[in-house]
C-alpha cells in the first residue's frame, strides 16, 4: 500500500506542528480532534511560499539606566584618645586628666605642664617688682620694700672727727694727721 506524498507531506506538517503548537489549542480544547482540526485549518491556509519583505529592522530604544546606589557599611575608624580636660574644677589639688573616650586618669604631661603654667601665672601675679624703697605689684599695689636700707651718712663734721679717731688709731703723730686730714 503506497501512500501518496501529499498525505505524506500533510501528516509531516502536522506532526511539526502539533510538536510546536505549545499547548495553548490544547488548553483551550482538551480534545484531540479540535487539535487536528485546528491544525489542519492553519496548514491549508498557509501560504505555499515565503515572500522575503525589505522593511528596515526596527530601531533599537535605549533608555538610561541609572545606576543603584548601595549601603556600604562604614568600616569603624579607631580614634586615639585625645585629653579633652585638665584638673576639672580648677584649683592646684592633685592632677587629673579627662580623655574623649570618657575616661579619667591621673598624672600626665600635658595637664602638667598646664599646672606648671598655671602656678607660674599665680607666681607672677604676686610677686611684686622691688628696685626702691617701694615694692610695685603687676596689679600696680604698693608695699614699703623690706629689704630696703637707707645707709645713713654721717655730717661733714662728724665724718672729720671719725677719720681723724681712725688717722691716731692707726700709729700716725698728730702732725701727720693735721696735714692728712686738711
Given at each position: 500500500?503506497?501512500?501518496?506524498?501529499?498525505?505524506?507531506?500533510?501528516?509531516?506538517?502536522?506532526?511539526?506542528l502539533?510538536?510546536?503548537?505549545?499547548g495553548e489549542?490544547?488548553?483551550?480544547?482538551?480534545?484531540?480532534?479540535?487539535s487536528?482540526t485546528?491544525?489542519?485549518t492553519?496548514?491549508?491556509?498557509?501560504?505555499?511560499?515565503?515572500?522575503?519583505?525589505?522593511?528596515?529592522?526596527?530601531?533599537?530604544?535605549?533608555?538610561?539606566?541609572?545606576?543603584?546606589?548601595?549601603?556600604?557599611?562604614?568600616?569603624?575608624?579607631?580614634?586615639?584618645?585625645?585629653?579633652?580636660?585638665?584638673?576639672?574644677?580648677?584649683?592646684?589639688?592633685?592632677?587629673?586628666?579627662?580623655?574623649?573616650?570618657?575616661?579619667?586618669?591621673?598624672?600626665s604631661?600635658?595637664?602638667?605642664?598646664?599646672?606648671?603654667?598655671?602656678?607660674?601665672?599665680?607666681?607672677?601675679?604676686?610677686?611684686?617688682?622691688?628696685?626702691?624703697?617701694?615694692?610695685?605689684?603687676?596689679?600696680?599695689?604698693?608695699?614699703?620694700n623690706p629689704?630696703?636700707?637707707?645707709?645713713?651718712?654721717?655730717?661733714?663734721?662728724?665724718?672729720?672727727?671719725?677719720?681723724?679717731?681712725?688717722?691716731?688709731?692707726?700709729?700716725?703723730?698728730?702732725?701727720?694727721?693735721?696735714?692728712?686730714?686738711?
Amino acid at each position: 500500500m503506497k501512500l501518496p506524498i501529499a498525505v505524506v507531506a500533510v501528516c509531516a506538517v502536522l506532526f511539526v506542528l502539533s510538536g510546536c503548537s505549545g499547548g495553548e489549542d490544547r488548553a483551550a480544547d482538551p480534545s484531540p480532534a479540535a487539535s487536528a482540526t485546528s491544525t489542519i485549518t492553519a496548514t491549508t491556509t498557509a501560504p505555499s511560499s515565503v515572500v522575503p519583505t525589505t522593511e528596515a529592522p526596527p530601531v533599537p530604544v535605549t533608555t538610561a539606566v541609572e545606576p543603584v546606589e548601595t549601603y556600604v557599611e562604614p568600616s569603624p575608624v579607631y580614634e586615639e584618645p585625645y585629653i579633652v580636660e585638665c584638673q576639672r574644677g580648677g584649683g592646684l589639688g592633685p592632677i587629673v586628666t579627662s580623655w574623649s573616650d570618657g575616661t579619667e586618669t591621673g598624672w600626665s604631661s600635658y595637664c602638667q605642664s598646664v599646672h606648671d603654667q598655671a602656678l607660674q601665672s599665680e607666681v607672677d601675679a604676686n610677686t611684686p617688682t622691688c628696685e626702691s624703697a617701694v615694692c610695685v605689684y603687676p596689679n600696680g599695689a604698693t608695699i614699703p620694700n623690706p629689704n630696703y636700707r637707707v645707709v645713713q651718712t654721717p655730717s661733714p663734721w662728724v665724718q672729720g672727727q671719725i677719720d681723724w679717731q681712725n688717722c691716731l688709731e692707726a700709729g700716725n703723730t698728730d702732725e701727720f694727721c693735721r696735714a692728712t686730714l686738711n
